[in-house]
């Protein structure tokens, strides 16, 4: 017996206008993409709905069928793609969208996950850098965002803890590179060997506002 299974799943995502891509980072009173750092004005993105073909499954013994399975689904998949063009956003999202399976989109979640917990662990266990504590990151005071009417970039940054201020306490990153919007992230890395002889490293990332040295964001992995 021959079965033929299109799944269409049904999304509704926030997408950014900039990459496409579906991953924001909410912070206080603005959405972050994690693709490409753009930033946007909460409530300023429109929720889309997205639909995503998962990859195809048939079962059945193979031979004969098998073409006729094939034939079947590309019968399936032009008619599916035709009644699909009238209410789906597929070119809304545009050409860089992250995600064009479902399997994708469960493999991107997964690695959400792992990320999450990574972070966790980093957080918990800052103290063995000698320098940082958990504490201490939690204590440092991220920027509330001031936008100008039209504008998704924040005009002004107030609020926040100065960069130069965690400097003195924490010394000098790593490195610094650019992370857009007039703000550059400054990297912090560790590395040790626990009780047990087991290696760690735990990085810190802190992103500032060049223009006033105000700290815009924080992360912490392990
Ligand atoms: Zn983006």
């Known amino acids: 017996m021959k079965q033929l299974l299109i799944k269409i799943k049904k999304y509704s995502e926030l997408v950014c206008e900039s990459c496409g891509g579906h991953d924001f980072r ?57 009644t699909q063009a009238s209410k789906v956003s597929y070119s809304d999202v545009g050409p860089g969208k992250p995600y064009k399976t479902v399997k ?34 939690n204590s440092i005071q991220v920027t509330t965002a001031q936008f100008s009417d039209k504008a998704n970039s924040p005009t002004t940054y107030t609020n926040g803890m100065l960069f130069s201020e965690l400097v003195k306490k924490v010394g000098k990153p790593k490195s610094e590179e650019d992370y857009g919007n007039g703000r550059n992230q400054a990297d912090f890395f560790y590395h040790g060997t626990d009780k047990k002889g087991g290696k760690w490293t735990i990085a810190v990332f802190i992103v500032y506002d060049v223009k006033s040295g105000m700290i815009t964001g924080k992360d912490v992995m392990g």
């Open 26 to 82: 909410e912070q206080e009173d603005y959405l972050e993409c994690e693709n490409c750092h753009s930033i946007y004005k909460k409530n300023s993105l429109q929720k889309r709905t997205i639909y995503r073909q998962s990859v195809i499954r048939w079962s059945g013994l193979v031979g004969v069928f098998l073409l006729m399975s094939l034939l079947g689904f590309f019968f399936i998949f032009y008619s599916t793609k035709g």
């Open 104 to 137: 994708e989109k469960e493999a991107s979640d997964r690695l959400s996950a792992e990320i999450e917990a990574d972070a966790k662990w980093g957080l918990e266990h800052l103290d063995l850098t000698g320098v940082w504590t958990t504490y201490y990151f």
